[in-house]
């Protein structure tokens, strides 16, 4: 089987797994991009999950107006339809929140951690081919939570029980994934995601590093994301000097 059979056949089942979960309050929708934006997901894994890669950067999980559209980690429109050259069929969630709607490609909004991310990597680069001869990136968790007012709620801000039984599953997805594309280094985009790889593999033979998430909300990312993305890299050795 192919590193991308394996991974979409593990993506299918995670998207069971976490289709039988409930969230409470203040959480009143969840969308799974890998349910109604699978076409382009899996197109995204079949062009770039090819074999094995020296570094995988770790998302934490779908922005409303990235991979929330598009199926594709930090997966802004543009980015997407035109770096990485992935467009497909996006149906409609169900239980859709009326302030946050599913527009796929037609999406008129631009997210910008996924703006910064692939922008900034495809100016380094120069194709997508050329990153993702050595990296690839994934999110930990495929799900979109949302309160009543349309706010995301992250992750970690899920109650206590909700966090454990969604990071049971995650995890073991993040570990199928590692032991088939056989990294170096599992980089966290942000604190989150790099301590999630931290807990995860322990015991295996990969070395776990971060660097800042390019989210807008962060003061340090509005000022040179890609530059101390450069910097952090390099500090931690696996970006040549």
């Known amino acids: 089987?192919?590193?991308?059979?394996?991974?979409?056949?593990?993506?299918?089942?995670?998207?069971?797994?976490?289709?039988r979960l409930k969230f409470g309050e203040p959480v009143t929708h969840v969308y799974n991009p890998l349910v109604?934006?699978?076409?382009?997901?899996?197109?995204?894994?079949?062009?770039?999950?090819?074999?094995?890669?020296?570094?995988?950067?770790?998302?934490?999980?779908?922005g409303p107006f990235g991979m929330a559209q598009t199926g594709i980690p930090f997966g802004e429109i543009d980015h997407a339809a035109n770096f990485l050259k992935v467009r497909g069929v996006v149906k409609q969630p169900k239980n859709q929140h009326p302030k946050r709607p599913i527009q796929g490609f037609d999406c008129p909004r631009s997210e910008v951690s996924g703006r910064r991310l692939w922008g900034s990597f495809g100016e380094h680069f120069g194709?997508?081919?050329?990153?993702?001869?050595?990296?690839?990136?994934?999110?930990?968790?495929?799900?979109?939570?949302?309160?009543?007012?349309?706010?995301?709620?992250?992750?970690?801000?899920?109650?206590?029980?909700?966090?454990?039984?969604?990071?049971?599953?995650?995890?073991?997805?993040?570990?199928?994934?590692?032991?088939?594309?056989?990294?170096?280094?599992?980089?966290?985009?942000?604190?989150?995601?790099?301590?999630?790889?931290?807990?995860?593999?322990?015991?295996?033979?990969?070395?776990?590093?971060?660097?800042?998430h390019p989210s807008p909300a962060s003061p340090w990312a509005n000022k040179d994301w890609w530059g101390t993305v450069q910097k952090q890299m390099k500090a931690q050795n696996i970006w040549p000097a």
């Open 1 to 19: 089987m192919s590193p991308q059979d394996t991974i979409l056949k593990a993506t299918d089942k995670l998207s069971r797994q976490l289709s």
């Open 36 to 62: 109604y934006a699978k076409d382009p997901h899996t197109k995204y894994i079949n062009k770039y999950a090819k074999g094995r890669k020296r570094v995988l950067f770790l998302g934490m999980n779908p």
């Open 127 to 212: 194709s997508a081919s050329r990153f993702f001869k050595e990296h690839f990136v994934a999110n930990y968790c495929p799900l979109v939570f949302m309160e009543t007012s349309g706010k995301n709620r992250t992750p970690d801000k899920l109650a206590k029980e909700e966090r454990e039984q969604l990071f049971k599953y995650c995890d073991q997805y993040l570990e199928l994934v590692v032991n088939t594309l056989e990294p170096e280094y599992v980089v966290g985009v942000g604190r989150f995601a790099k301590d999630r790889a931290a807990a995860v593999l322990e015991s295996h033979d990969v070395t776990i590093a971060q660097i800042l």
